[in-house]
């Protein structure tokens, strides 16, 4: 099956500075990639749609220059949390769409960022 | 700090029960759906699939079944497995292509006492 790999899956910070996230897709080549965030109990929510070479989309209420994303490489995409606050501490997820599996999407095993 | 929420379902079952574990979806151009595991501290994990020109589809000790018209989708696990405890999701497609978005529901915490 496909593979997404997240790095890293803890990170604690100091508020004021900023956290880089990465997502790879191992065995496959992914055009779209999507990046989430999780609070306890609560479901998974889009924050930005990466696609590969273009900028990425973002959901309502989601600071772009808050939440950097970058999808240089077909296999690559990065979310870069900066000036980070304690209001930000939250499970991130990102996930990859294999087009050669249709529309399924696999997922990274998430990074815990805690700022502090 | 954390956003405040509504908490989870919850679905508590003995092992070896059914189960099944009911999701409404919002979005009536929806073309696919996809139930997702998730452990705690992990990310979600494919289970099952299904196009919305089914109904049901079977897999492994899963089935999951769409009624397009109440816009429902459910997923029963049978003969409940200690180690099907975690939180499902149903999460419904739209678009393609670079339009392409993956949104989930609310989810369920399954519970499965030996």
């Known amino acids: 099956g496909a593979v997404v790999s997240q790095h890293p899956s803890r990170v604690i910070c100091k508020s004021g500075t900023s956290v880089k996230i990465e997502c790879r897709s191992l065995?496959?080549?992914?055009?779209?990639m999507f990046w989430y965030r999780q609070f306890p109990k609560q479901s998974l929510m889009l924050m930005a749609t990466?696609?590969?070479?273009?900028?990425?989309?973002?959901e309502q209420g989601v600071e772009k220059d808050k939440f950097l994303i970058n999808h240089a490489s077909l296999t690559l995409s990065t979310l870069t949390v900066t000036s980070a606050h304690p209001e930000d501490s939250s499970f991130y997820i990102c996930?990859?769409?294999?087009?050669?599996?249709?529309?399924?999407?696999?997922f990274g095993q998430g990074t815990r960022l805690t700022v502090v | 700090g954390e956003s405040v929420g509504l908490h989870l379902p919850t679905l508590s079952v003995q092992e070896g029960d059914n189960s099944i574990i009911n999701c409404a979806y919002s979005?009536?151009?929806?073309?696919?759906f996809i139930w997702y595991k998730q452990e705690s501290g992990k990310g979600p994990q494919f289970i099952i699939d299904?196009?919305?020109?089914?109904d049901k589809r079977q897999g492994q000790r899963v089935t999951v079944l769409l009624n397009k018209t109440v816009k429902h989708l459910s997923l029963q696990i049978a003969a409940t497995q200690p180690g099907d405890s975690a939180v499902y999701f149903c999460?419904?497609?739209?678009?393609?292509?670079?339009?392409?978005?993956?949104?989930f529901g609310k989810g369920t915490l399954l519970t499965v006492n030996p």
């Open positions: 990466s696609n590969e070479g273009s900028k990425a989309t973002y």
């Open positions: 996930s990859a769409r294999d087009s050669g599996q249709g529309a399924k999407a696999f």
């Open positions: 299904i196009r919305s020109n089914m």
């Open positions: 999460a419904e497609t739209t678009g393609g292509g670079s339009n392409y978005k993956l949104t």
């Open positions: 065995d496959f080549q992914a055009t779209t």
């Open positions: 979005n009536s151009a929806s073309d696919y």
